[in-house]
């Protein structure tokens, strides 16, 4: 009998791809998923815990989710309630006393294990089923070898956690110390996509460059190589990873930007402050110097790379001297996308127990500044596309009818008008306009399209 499974996911790409997982282990269950939660024998919430309030959202979520629970019993029917995650792992004891109608909590670590908690949690016990563990070896053994992809691009995670310690992150928490999966693991599951029609490949990992996972010679295997040997493999025409450290960023990570044509000229590298008095309290372990010559030999090894960043306005004691040294940061980098969030304090992080907390109202004064600027930027480089023509991978189908929406090398939106039937190619278009979000062109391969 097949069953409805609803999942919502909350935060990173890692939950996106734990989220798809969560349905693979399910699938033999009779488990499918669906795109709302009225009708769902399942429920998941996948949550995140990196800024802001997450937990509050999530208790506010469990409760229309709870409503819901209750109209299905009224009719006989029932609802599992899960919730995965980091916040299932860093306040699972929490979510059971204050939400006791949830029948799953669990980890990032755990989810291999669901169909054996849903078992226990439907066998009507009562008692809340609670998985915090930090297996991460035995969960990616145990993931089915049946990885789904919802489009020409796929999610691949190559590496878990984090030892970085950055004094205003969670991550080192709940997402456990740092594991690398073997490079052989990592090339299977990539022939397993490209094999479903993939063909653009994003590795993930809260800390992707500090990849090191055996090689399948027993030997040590950086993200550089795994690079170079992923592009080796047929069908796989495009490469991107995310996030990296600046430390990480080892040479022969620069030049695989240099001499694998197949790894797209974007590069996610957060540096989070401009000031090196903040950088150092916040734990980073580098300053602006060290910044500004890891993205000199980036570009010269790869002079069309496109930045992208996070920035953190207010953490404690950030002056506004500090600040004005994050803007003088992004206006000599030049950024072709970024986020920048408001410093939140993280429960059980060493920043959040610093004096000098920065009062709110700075703290958006600032927010705005950096935005203004990041976005001034981010109009700027996609006005600078117009004219060009770049390969496009066509992935889905637009908001207007004919229209496709793909990504450019740079990662950005593209819109562009062309046949369904498309969807899944890398195809050239010449770029007509450029806005804050996305830019829009023409195929330019159209006409000999229409004339064959
Ligand atoms: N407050 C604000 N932003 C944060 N981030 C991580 N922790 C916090 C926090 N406590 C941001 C960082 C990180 C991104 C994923 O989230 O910029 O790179
Ligand atoms: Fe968090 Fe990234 Fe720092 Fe690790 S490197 S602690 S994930 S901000």
Same mark, same amino acid.
């Given at each position: 009998?097949?069953?409805?499974?609803?999942?919502?996911?909350?935060?990173?790409?890692?939950?996106?791809?734990?989220?798809?997982?969560?349905?693979?282990?399910?699938?033999?269950?009779?488990?499918?998923?669906?795109?709302?939660?009225?009708?769902?024998?399942?429920?998941?919430?996948?949550?995140?815990?990196?800024?802001?309030?997450?937990?509050?959202?999530?208790?506010?979520?469990?409760?229309?989710?709870?409503?819901?629970?209750?109209?299905?019993?009224?009719?006989?029917?029932?609802?599992?309630?899960?919730?995965?995650?980091?916040?299932?792992?860093?306040?699972?004891?929490?979510?059971?006393?204050?939400?006791?109608?949830?029948?799953?909590?669990?980890?990032?670590?755990?989810?291999?294990?669901?169909? =054996?908690?849903?078992?226990? %949690?439907?066998?009507?016990?009562? #008692? @809340?089923?609670?998985? +915090?563990?930090?297996? &991460? $070896? *035995?969960?990616?053994?145990?993931?089915?070898?049946?990885?789904?992809?919802?489009?020409?691009?796929?999610?691949?995670?190559?590496?878990?956690?984090?030892?970085?310690?950055?004094?205003?992150?969670?991550?080192?928490?709940?997402?456990?110390? =740092?594991?690398?999966?073997? %490079?052989?693991?990592?090339?299977? #599951? @990539?022939?397993?996509? +490209?094999?479903?029609? &993939? $063909? *653009?490949?994003?590795?993930?990992?809260?800390?992707?460059?500090?990849?090191?996972?055996?090689?399948?010679?027993?030997?040590?295997?950086?993200?550089?190589?795994?690079?170079?040997?992923?592009?080796?493999?047929?069908?796989?025409?495009?490469?991107?990873?995310?996030?990296?450290?600046?430390?990480?960023?080892?040479?022969?990570?620069?030049?695989?930007?240099?001499? &694998?044509?197949?790894?797209?000229?974007?590069?996610?590298?957060?540096?989070?402050?401009?000031?090196?008095?903040?950088?150092?309290?916040?734990?980073?372990?580098?300053?602006?110097?060290?910044?500004?010559?890891?993205?000199?030999?980036?570009?010269?090894?790869?002079?069309?790379?496109?930045?992208?960043?996070?920035?953190?306005?207010?953490?404690?004691?950030?002056?506004?001297?500090?600040?004005?040294?994050?803007?003088?940061?992004?206006?000599?980098?030049?950024?072709?996308?970024?986020?920048?969030?408001?410093?939140?304090?993280?429960?059980?992080?060493?920043?959040?127990?610093?004096?000098?907390?920065?009062?709110?109202?700075?703290?958006?004064?600032?927010?705005?500044?950096?935005?203004?600027?990041?976005?001034?930027?981010?109009?700027?480089?996609?006005?600078?596309?117009?004219?060009?023509?770049?390969?496009?991978?066509?992935?889905?189908?637009?908001?207007?009818?004919?229209?496709?929406?793909?990504?450019?090398?740079?990662?950005?939106?593209?819109?562009?008008?062309?046949?369904?039937?498309?969807?899944?190619?890398?195809?050239?278009?010449?770029?007509?306009?450029?806005?804050?979000?996305?830019?829009?062109?023409?195929?330019?391969?159209?006409?000999?399209?229409?004339?064959?």
């Amino acid at each position: 009998m097949t069953k409805n499974l609803f999942i919502k996911t909350y935060g990173c790409q890692m939950n996106v791809y734990d989220s798809d997982r969560m349905a693979d282990v399910l699938a033999p269950l009779g488990y499918r998923t669906v795109t709302t939660p009225d009708d769902a024998d399942m429920v998941i919430l996948n949550t995140c815990h990196i800024r802001e309030k997450a937990a509050e959202k999530v208790f506010s979520e469990l409760g229309r989710v709870r409503q819901m629970q209750a109209k299905r019993r009224a009719s006989g029917a029932e609802m599992v309630i899960g919730v995965a995650g980091c916040v299932a792992q860093a306040e699972g004891e929490e979510i059971i006393r204050r939400a006791p109608y949830v029948d799953i909590v669990f980890g990032p670590q755990s989810y291999h294990r669901l169909p =054996e908690m849903v078992a226990r %949690a439907t066998r009507a016990s009562g #008692e @809340a089923v609670l998985e +915090t563990d930090f297996e &991460v $070896v *035995e969960k990616f053994d145990q993931l089915p070898h049946t990885a789904t992809s919802n489009g020409p691009a796929a999610f691949l995670t190559v590496q878990e956690g984090c030892d970085k310690f950055c004094a205003f992150c969670v991550v080192p928490y709940t997402r456990g110390a =740092e594991f690398s999966r073997p %490079a052989a693991d990592v090339l299977a #599951e @990539a022939q397993r996509l +490209t094999g479903a029609g &993939v $063909v *653009e490949l994003s590795l993930l990992g809260q800390n992707v460059n500090a990849y090191h996972g055996e090689g399948p010679d027993g030997s040590d295997w950086t993200l550089g190589r795994l690079i170079r040997a992923l592009a080796d493999l047929p069908g796989v025409a495009r490469i991107r990873y995310t996030t990296s450290h600046p430390l990480e960023m080892t040479s022969d990570l620069i030049a695989a930007h240099r001499d &694998v044509p197949q790894l797209m000229p974007y590069l996610h590298l957060p540096v989070q402050a401009g000031s090196d008095r903040i950088l150092q309290a916040m734990n980073r372990r580098h300053d602006r110097d060290t910044y500004f010559r890891i993205i000199d030999r980036l570009r010269e090894a790869r002079p069309d790379l496109a930045l992208s960043g996070d920035f953190i306005v207010g953490f404690p004691g950030e002056s506004e001297k500090d600040f004005e040294q994050t803007m003088d940061l992004v206006r000599r980098v030049g950024y072709a996308q970024a986020y920048s969030f408001k410093y939140s304090p993280r429960p059980g992080t060493p920043a959040s127990a610093l004096s000098l907390q920065v009062d709110e109202d700075a703290k958006s004064e600032r927010l705005q500044r950096l935005q203004a600027l990041l976005n001034e930027q981010q109009l700027a480089f996609n006005q600078a596309s117009v004219g060009t023509t770049m390969d496009v991978l066509l992935e889905r189908r637009g908001r207007h009818e004919g229209q496709l929406v793909g990504r450019s090398p740079y990662m950005q939106a593209v819109h562009v008008d062309a046949p369904d039937h498309r969807i899944g190619q890398i195809a050239p278009v010449t770029i007509r306009a450029g806005k804050a979000n996305s830019i829009s062109g023409t195929m330019s391969d159209r006409f000999d399209e229409d004339a064959a």
